[in-house]
């Protein structure tokens, strides 16, 4: 067992640029598991840095300063962050208040829906199961109701903490872009010298991860407002909202698009029942979904490496319970990631016989 694991260790880490690696990852995942917390908003604009750089770099290739390039990407860039905070969000608070005003209503008709099974299907349904069923509905509904005013107590006590975030975020992004050539020539200072295979992999993965923020963040615009339209044209109650949360669901692949189906076809459903509209609805919404998995994802994403959707799944569920919502939004190129590791680990051929 000793002399199976010294040639394992011989094999992986007898180069020291890949034990060099392997320390740069630990210490890496380590800051961001014990200190996400406390380096949330630095984390936060580094990746809105990431999604702005782009912008800034094109005017640069046109031979604008970096100065100016920054201040005419930032600018807008806040006041499209204002309008989401000061026009956006209260418009979407108050329709979950809306909906939540609503929501015994619609429990209410759901109920009277149930105990209608029976006598339609007697073969399939009996009144017991429907009883047993409303009755664990109804607990859970009363958790989420006791949940949601845990949550609202501690908004209320986080408010001085989100406003300080509002404030220490565009001040990082705005420093981040106009001082990154300073950082990034400061940070190598401080790491080993040997780090040309840690260097090679950042290179490789420094371009596919911006192009996957910024392609990330326009699909959620193109897809959040395309469903917003759909949804205000044909009237469905609550659109804003459910733009959002559809714009929102393609954070997560697979799992988001199947997730956000159930609260937009429930609305649907209480606001029309089985009629034609609600047929519509859900037609124009699956070509909305289709639209984005078959063409938009392709066309943003063309350059990214192709993972299993085993791999994407097992990455969300692993990321995500990490370091959350960041750890879910980052899920696929940190996969990329881990495989480009994978394949450009130094490994040194070594009998497995010899002692």
Known sequence: MTNIFNNWYRKYFSDPEGVILAILLVVGFAIVIFMGNMLAPVLASVVLAYLLEGLVHMLEVRKVSRMLAVLLVFIPFLAFLIFLMLGLLPLLVGQVKELIQELPGMISKGQQLLLQLPERYPAFVSATQVKEFISSMSSIVGTLGHNALSISLASISGLFSLLVYLILVP????F????????????PGYMPRERTLATRIWVEMDQQIGNYVRGKFTEILIVGVATYIVFVIMGLNFATLLGALVGLSVIIPYIGAIAVTFPVALIAFFQWGWGSDFIYLMVAYGIIQAV????????LFSEAVNLHPVAIITAI??????????????????????????SSWPRNEISWESG
């Open 171 to 174: 001040v990082l992004i705005f």
């Open 292 to 299: 984005d998995g078959n063409l938009l994802v392709p066309w």
């Open 317 to 342: 569920l692993v990321f995500g319970g990490i370091w959350g919502f960041w750890g879910v939004f980052f899920a696929i190129p940190l996969a990329t990631l881990v495989k480009a590791i994978m």
């Open 176 to 187: 981040f872009l106009k001082d990154k050539a300073i950082i990034l020539k400061w940070l």
